[in-house]
């Protein structure tokens, strides 16, 4: 394991609840973190077709799943000798149906900054600095769930996942809701936390364009396993669209 390893997998395997296949199979890869003050940190994309195993992927890298057989590490250590509420403050995860479990907007954003029983004046300074960097409009902050569309949603999850400032921001297809505008927004956002020396960043998602805007490295899953792992600039971006069209159209002929 290189010196400065941040996130690494070792052969990782997810079997299903009755064992028989895989979900994951021997994944291994490893995300270096900065070495005196390397910038910009990683930009990871992972793409692949539905059910290839991507969000089972990031549910692994935060420990909200563990894995069958194989080890994660944190900057060196494996998980067991990690408390999981401690990862999880680093590694923290954003899924694509954001819940606000019958909080408000503003509520759901101080929420994990009260578990971590950090000073009222700090929860309060984290906020401001996120909402008025998100531009998060003072009337959405009030709303519960119900009262906000999905993108408005969205946009919340991804601030109270910011305010946490985690070494790590896992984000599962944080563009699916949003419009051209705040996609826009988002990926000048990942890459300037990226430049800056702030997040590493590992994103699942379906729009290519986004993808190919966003990553410096591309893993490319099929069927549980990892295919391939480069660098941005040895992909080729039409081969990878090309392959998951001809999955997206294998997959439409068994469901048909
Ligand atoms: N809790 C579970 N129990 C059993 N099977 C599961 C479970 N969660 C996911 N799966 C299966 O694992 C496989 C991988 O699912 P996963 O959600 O990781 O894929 P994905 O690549 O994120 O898909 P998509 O692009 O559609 O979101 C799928 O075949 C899915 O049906």
Redesign the pocket.
């Known amino acids: 394991m290189s010196e400065s390893s941040l996130l690494k997998l070792e052969a990782v395997s997810v079997r299903?609840?009755l064992g028989s296949s895989y979900?994951l199979n021997k994944i291994s890869f490893e995300i270096e973190g900065p070495e005196d003050g390397d910038r910009p940190l990683p930009r990871v994309a992972i793409v692949?077709?539905?059910?290839?195993?991507?969000?089972?992927?990031l549910r692994i890298l935060n420990r909200s799943i563990s894995p069958s057989e194989g080890t994660v590490y944190l900057e060196g250590r494996p998980a067991r000798e990690v408390d999981p509420l401690q990862w999880r403050q680093d590694v923290v995860l954003v899924l694509?149906e954001a819940k606000l479990l019958g909080m408000t907007a503003r509520e759901a954003i101080a929420y994990p900054l009260k578990l971590r029983k950090l000073a009222r004046s700090h929860i309060q300074q984290r906020m401001t600095t996120w909402i008025e960097r998100l531009e998060i409009p003072n009337e959405w902050l009030d709303r519960g769930e119900t009262q906000l569309s999905g993108g408005q949603r969205q946009w919340i999850a991804l601030c109270r996942a910011l305010v946490l400032q985690p070494k790590i921001l896992l984000l599962?297809?944080p563009t699916s809701a949003l419009d051209n505008k705040r996609t826009a927004e988002i990926l000048t956002l990942l890459k300037t936390l990226s430049d800056t020396g702030q997040t590493t960043t590992v994103v699942?998602n379906?729009q290519l364009e986004f993808v190919e805007q966003f990553c410096d490295r591309l893993l490319y899953?099929q069927e549980?396993e990892l295919r391939s792992d480069l660098d941005s600039s040895q992909v080729d971006w039409s081969a990878i669209r090309g392959q998951l069209l001809e999955a997206k159209i294998e997959s439409e002929r068994e469901w048909s």
């Open positions: 299903t609840k979900l692949g077709s539905n059910g290839s195993g991507k969000t089972t992927l694509q599962d297809e699942v379906h899953l549980g």
